[in-house]
C-alpha cells in the first residue's frame, strides 16, 4: 500500500547556462526536485532527461522507480501528476516522474503544485521555449527547481559519431565524419540511433566510409517524418509529438509534417475502402503510389483494419481543415497541429 510522503524543507534554485547542464546533470543540487529540460532538439532533451532521472534514482537509498506521464494520463486524470509527486512506491524509496509538456500541464495549476514541497523528483520534457514562456520562468523563479537548456551542437555531434563508433572498433576521418554529419540533422537521439546502425553495418571493417554512410543511414527528417505519421494513425499521440519536434529540429516546418500526415490517412482510407469493396489488401497496397516501404507494410494494414474506412473518412477532413488553418495563420501550425493530434488520437 502507498503512503503518502511527509514534505522536506526546499532552498532557492538559480536559472542554468546551456554551458553548465552537464555539469549539472552529473551532480544536481541536493535540494532540487523539480526540473525543467528544454529545448529544439527532442532527442537531446529525452536523453538528458533519462540521464537525471537516473541520477536522481541512484542518490536514493533503495532506489526509485520511474513513472512517464502525458497529456493522455492528464486527461483521464487531471490529479494524476500531483498524486505521483505525492505517495511514496511499494518497492523503491521514491518515485522520479517524468512529464512531457503538453496542452494539459496547465502553468499556474503547476506553480501551486511546486509551492507545496514533495519528495518525489519531477521532470518536465518541454521542445524550444522563449525566455518569456510562462513554463520556463516557473522553473527559473521557483524554489527546489531548475530549468536547463537543451541544445545540441556540431562539437557534439562529432564527439557522439567518434564515441560510437570508437566503442564498435571503427574509425572515421574528419571529412567522412563531415559527411556523415550532414546526413544526421539535429536531433541527439535519431543521430545516435544511426550511427549506430552505420557501426552494426560497417562491422568486420576497420574504418567507415562514404560508401557505407550512403548505403545505411537515411536522411533524419524523412526518418523522423515516417515515424510522426505512423504514430499519429497508431493513435500514440505522445511519441507523434516527440517525432514533430525532432522534425522542427531538423528544419521541417509543421506544414510538411501535415502534408504528410494528409497524404498517409489518404492512402490509408483507399486501402480500407478497396478492402471494403472486396478486394484483397495485397492487392490494394500494391497499386499505391508511393507504396509504403515493406517493413512498414505490416504497421500500415494493422491501421486499416482497425480504423476502417469509415473512420479514415472522418479523420480526413479534420487533417484537412488544420491544413488550411495553419496557411492562414502560419504562426499558429505548431499549436494547431497539436491540437489536432489530440483530436486524432481520441477518435483512434
Known amino acids: 500500500m502507498r503512503r503518502l510522503l511527509r514534505a522536506p524543507t526546499f532552498s532557492a534554485m538559480v536559472a542554468y547556462k546551456a554551458s553548465a547542464v552537464a555539469s549539472f546533470l552529473k551532480s544536481p543540487d541536493p535540494s532540487c526536485r523539480a526540473v525543467l529540460l528544454y529545448g529544439p532538439d527532442a532527442g537531446l532533451v529525452s536523453e538528458r532527461a533519462a540521464a537525471l532521472a537516473a541520477t536522481f534514482s541512484r542518490r536514493d537509498k533503495g532506489g526509485a522507480e520511474i513513472v512517464r506521464l502525458d497529456d493522455r494520463d492528464l486527461a483521464e486524470d487531471p490529479t494524476r501528476l500531483e498524486v505521483e509527486l505525492r505517495t511514496r512506491p511499494m518497492f523503491a524509496a521514491s518515485q522520479v516522474v517524468r512529464i512531457t509538456a503538453g496542452a494539459r500541464l496547465d502553468v499556474p495549476w503547476l506553480k501551486a503544485l511546486l509551492a507545496s514541497p514533495f519528495d518525489n523528483a519531477l521532470i518536465v520534457e518541454a521542445g524550444n521555449l522563449r525566455p518569456d514562456s510562462a513554463l520556463r520562468k516557473l522553473f527559473e523563479t521557483t524554489k527546489a527547481a531548475a530549468a536547463l537548456p537543451c541544445y545540441g551542437d556540431e562539437r557534439g555531434l562529432a564527439s557522439l559519431i567518434d564515441a ?41 571493417e576497420t574504418a567507415v566510409t562514404h560508401d557505407d554512410i550512403d548505403s545505411i543511414v537515411g ?50 482510407h483507399k486501402v480500407a475502402a478497396a478492402q471494403a469493396e472486396g478486394q484483397s489488401a495485397e492487392e490494394a497496397i500494391r497499386l499505391l503510389r508511393p507504396r509504403p516501404h515493406f517493413k512498414r507494410e505490416p504497421e500500415f494494414l494493422a491501421h486499416c483494419r482497425r480504423l476502417g474506412a469509415t473512420r479514415l473518412s472522418h479523420l480526413l477532413p479534420l487533417i484537412q481543415e488544420t491544413i488550411r488553418r495553419t496557411r492562414r495563420s502560419p504562426e499558429l501550425e505548431g499549436a494547431f497541429t497539436e491540437r489536432l493530434l489530440l483530436a486524432l488520437n481520441s477518435k483512434i
Do not use: N, P, W
Not at 550532414?182 to 568486420?204: F, H, I, M, P, W
Not at 493513435?235 to 501535415?258: C, K, N, Y
Open 219 to 268: 536522411d533524419a527528417a524523412e526518418t523522423a517524418l515516417e515515424t510522426f505519421v505512423y504514430a499519429a494513425s497508431g493513435g500514440d499521440s505522445a511519441q507523434a509529438l516527440r517525432e514533430l519536434q525532432r522534425l522542427a529540429a531538423s528544419g521541417t516546418e509543421a506544414q510538411a509534417a501535415l502534408i504528410a500526415l494528409a497524404r498517409h490517412f489518404t492512402q490509408l
Open 164 to 204: 560510437e563508433l570508437a566503442e564498435a572498433g571503427l574509425r572515421i576521418d574528419a571529412e567522412t565524419r563531415r559527411y556523415l554529419m550532414t546526413r544526421l540533422g539535429a536531433d541527439q537521439a535519431l543521430s545516435r540511433s544511426e550511427v549506430t546502425k552505420l557501426a552494426l553495418y560497417a562491422t568486420g
